[in-house]
T-cell receptor, first 109, second 117 residues
């Protein structure tokens, strides 16, 4: 089955700095790669996704990149704000989503 | 408003009790899922369904069972709760893929935090 590894597990940045979270996946058949944000006491919420036929996608301060050959994908958050503080999950799938272990992002004001 | 609902939000129950965690969605999604989230954050798939009368076990071995009699409803049952079942349980749903896309993003409920004492 699919195995997704996510790094780092914790990330602390100053407000205004950029944050980068990286994931690798094992199954070359995976073709869908979403990213989720989970705030305290809530379920994960989809923030951006990318499909295998696209190398990069951007939505305001958030961007994702995908390298199919190397089987890795990344989330980039620019101009971080305190409200970006949360746990972020990457995931990969062909049939069902397999999640990475999560990254706890802390943005210091 | 289209959404996915989980009840109860919190549950404290004694060992050996039978419990059912409820999950309902109003989005007409065919696919539904149950994930267990441990204190270390990781999400583990325990059950999923591709439609009515379809259920499959996920990667994480679980002593729970599920049913899918109606599209909108996907309850999870523990016949005999144990302290090892203490965890956060998250339900999610997604539409079926069309046009060659097998997957779409999942919509998650707010979760049920279960404590077995």
């Amino acid at each position: 089955g699919e195995n997704v590894e996510q790094h780092p597990s914790t990330l602390s940045v100053q407000e205004g700095d950029s944050a980068v979270i990286k994931c690798t996946y094992s199954d070359s058949a995976s073709n869908y790669f979403p990213w989720y944000k989970q705030e305290l006491g809530k379920g994960p919420q989809l923030i951006i996704d990318i499909r295998s036929n696209v190398g990069e996608k951007k939505d305001q301060r958030i961007a994702v990149t995908l390298n199919k050959t190397a089987k890795h994908f990344s989330l980039h958050i620019t101009e971080t704000q305190p409200e970006d503080s949360a746990v972020y999950f990457c995931a990969a799938s062909y049939y069902v989503l397999t999640f990475g272990g999560g990254t706890r992002l802390m943005v210091k004001p | 408003e289209a959404d996915i609902y989980q009840t109860p939000r919190y549950l404290v129950i004694g060992t050996g009790k039978k419990i059912t965690l409820e999950c309902s969605q109003t989005m007409g999604h065919d696919k539904m899922y149950w994930y267990q989230q441990d204190p270390g954050m990781e999400l583990h798939l325990i059950h999923y369904s591709y439609g009515v009368n379809s259920t499959e076990k996920g990667d994480l071995s679980s002593e729970s069972t599920v049913s899918r009699i109606r599209t909108e409803h996907f309850p999870l049952t523990l016949e005999s709760a144990r302290p090892s079942h203490t965890s956060q349980y998250l339900c999610a749903s997604s539409p079926s893929g069309t046009g060659g896309a097998r997957n779409y993003g999942y919509t998650f409920g707010s979760g049920t935090r279960l404590t077995v004492v």
